[in-house]
């Protein structure tokens, strides 16, 4: 019985409770104790006259004890923690309540959803602490440059082949662009640029790392030095062709953000692919031109300078033959050319000793002197000139006859 005369109260509830009591009493002004409680004049009026009828009490919320009318149902939220332990087991708040509204139907705030998996004690993917690294500042326009990196990971979980996703994304806006392959390479690399160069155009540099494919390991030949010039890789080689400029970071941190985006990518885009059942590397493409432009559409920012630094191709250049891995070869006197243990026999009088290989991503071959194309066949192996054929006589044994020398002096000691 005596718990029923006990009124609880919070601090801010009794200095409300203070000021009120003071403007009862008329020792302040009604406007002067709204400012002190940071109300209304007319909320004031309400508070006082509640206190006046219902005593002390009257200051208490009258909502507090009562279930809220935005209260979730026990039957979703058990409904809700059943999907995420059969379904989302290993998604973060943030992705498992769009996955629940996208997919069944339950509007859920990824808060509530992460202060429930924590009263039912369900572990859930958490962030790890960042360490502290300076701030770069955004370059201004679109296409100023791109940060370029491959990430190899298993993004089918076993139900395909382990793949490359070569990401790239706008370092100004965010945008991000990207192609799966089987491996991290030479014509991985220029194939993807070659995509992003016939949606976006050319962006004015390239950002990325120092793995051999972006930067050659090669020393200097003494031509290289002579023309005060470093080894190129084919990346390097086709981007110095295209007047696309190149950068090397000296860190993964300094190219945080592609770093970032591979990060986001191997928690969402795995169980993205997993909820659409990709299997193949054709598919896992296809579902990526999908699923790209949704995703720019919600993680892109606008650029601080909205002019755009793509530029066209220029005319005359043949982005297939620049973007290909090129390869000088010698020519032989009988005009073949030995490239990866396969001849080609050259079709026309060719002056040149020797002539540049080129390797297009689609798998072709093609021959070019001084930029033209020479024409060419392929053969098994290299043509092998016929030795003459020798006619030997038959050689007869030689008796010498009765008369020779040696018989007659074997004939003479005998007798």
């Not at 020792?27 to 002390?56: C, F, M, N, P, S």
């Not at 309540?97 to 924590?118: A, F, V, Y």
Request: aromatic share 8%; net charge positive.
């Amino acid at each position: 019985m005596a718990r029923k005369d006990i009124i609880v109260m919070s601090a801010k509830e009794v200095k409300r409770l203070h000021v009120i009591g003071k403007l009862v009493e008329k020792k302040i002004k009604q406007i002067a104790a709204a400012k002190l409680l940071d109300l209304t004049v007319r909320q004031t009026r309400r508070i006082v006259k509640r206190v006046i009828k219902e005593g002390e009490k009257g200051i208490i919320h009258r909502a507090r004890g009562k279930v809220s009318n935005r209260n979730i149902p026990q039957k979703t939220k058990d409904k809700v923690l059943r999907l995420y332990g059969e379904r989302y087991f290993d998604f973060g708040p943030t992705l498992a309540s769009e996955k629940l509204q996208e997919r069944d139907g339950i509007r859920i705030s990824d808060e509530t959803l992460r202060l429930w998996l924590i009263e039912a004690q369900i572990p859930y993917a958490r962030r790890k602490a960042r360490p502290h690294r300076q701030w770069r500042e955004r370059k201004h326009c679109f296409g100023e440059m791109i940060q370029i990196d491959g990430s190899c990971h298993d993004w089918l979980e076993e139900r395909g082949p382990k793949m490359v996703l070569m990401g790239y994304i706008d370092d100004a806006t965010g945008t991000v662009f990207g192609r799966f392959h089987m491996y991290e390479g030479s014509l991985p690399v220029l194939d993807s640029f070659r995509r992003y160069t016939r949606r976006y155009k050319l962006p004015h540099s390239v950002y990325l790392d120092k793995h051999t494919t972006y930067k050659s390991p090669a020393k200097p030949t003494i031509e290289d030095e002579l023309n005060n010039r470093q080894p190129q890789s084919q990346f390097e080689r086709a981007m110095d062709e295209l007047g696309v400029k190149v950068i090397h970071a000296n860190s993964p941190q300094a190219k945080g953000r592609i770093e970032r985006l591979f990060r986001t990518f191997q928690d969402r885009l795995i169980k993205e692919m997993r909820l659409a059942n990709v299997c193949t590397l054709e598919e896992a493409n296809r579902f990526l031109e999908q699923y790209l432009p949704v995703y720019n559409r919600r993680f892109s920012v606008p650029a601080v300078n909205i002019e755009d630094l793509h530029r066209p191709v220029p005319q005359g250049v043949n982005l297939n033959s620049v973007l290909s891995i090129k390869t000088e070869r010698v020519v032989r006197n009988d005009f073949t050319v030995l490239h990866k243990g396969k001849f080609y026999q050259i079709c026309e009088k060719l002056r040149a000793k020797k002539v540049t290989v080129e390797e297009w991503v689609n798998g072709s071959v093609h021959i070019r002197h001084k930029g033209k194309t020479v024409r060419y066949r392929r053969i098994a192996s290299r043509p092998v000139k016929e030795a003459p054929k020798i006619q030997w006589r038959k050689r007869t044994p030689y008796k010498p006859p009765a008369s020779h020398p040696w018989k007659r002096s074997n004939r003479t000691k005998v007798a």
